[in-house]
């Protein structure tokens, strides 16, 4: 399975997630759900607060996401 293909079953597991129980990723005043993007063959978050996107990677800075350290290292795994 290519990043492409992981990233679409990833995607849907956080759309999933959203739909259901506190809503994890979903923003209703913004009606967006976080995703996770391939830019320059690189994992990026968009938040579906800011709509920022974050380098998903250890050691780089999580400014612009909009939940926790816990919610942070989940995405990280």
Same mark, same amino acid.
């Given at each position: 399975?290519? #990043?492409?293909? %992981?990233l679409?079953? *990833?995607?849907?597991?956080?759309?999933?997630?959203?739909?259901?129980?506190?809503? !994890?990723?979903?923003?209703?005043?913004?009606?967006?759900?976080a995703?996770?993007?391939l #830019?320059n063959? %690189?994992?990026?978050i *968009?938040?579906h607060?800011?709509?920022?996107?974050?380098?998903?990677?250890?050691? !780089?800075?999580?400014?612009?996401?909009?939940?926790?350290?816990?919610?942070w290292?989940m995405?990280?795994n």
């Amino acid at each position: 399975m290519d #990043k492409k293909e %992981r990233l679409e079953v *990833v995607n849907n597991l956080i759309k999933f997630i959203s739909e259901r129980g506190r809503r !994890f990723f979903y923003s209703g005043s913004n009606n967006r759900t976080a995703s996770m993007i391939l #830019k320059n063959n %690189r994992v990026y978050i *968009v938040d579906h607060r800011t709509g920022e996107e974050i380098y998903a990677y250890e050691g !780089f800075s999580h400014k612009g996401f909009s939940h926790g350290g816990t919610m942070w290292a989940m995405n990280l795994n």
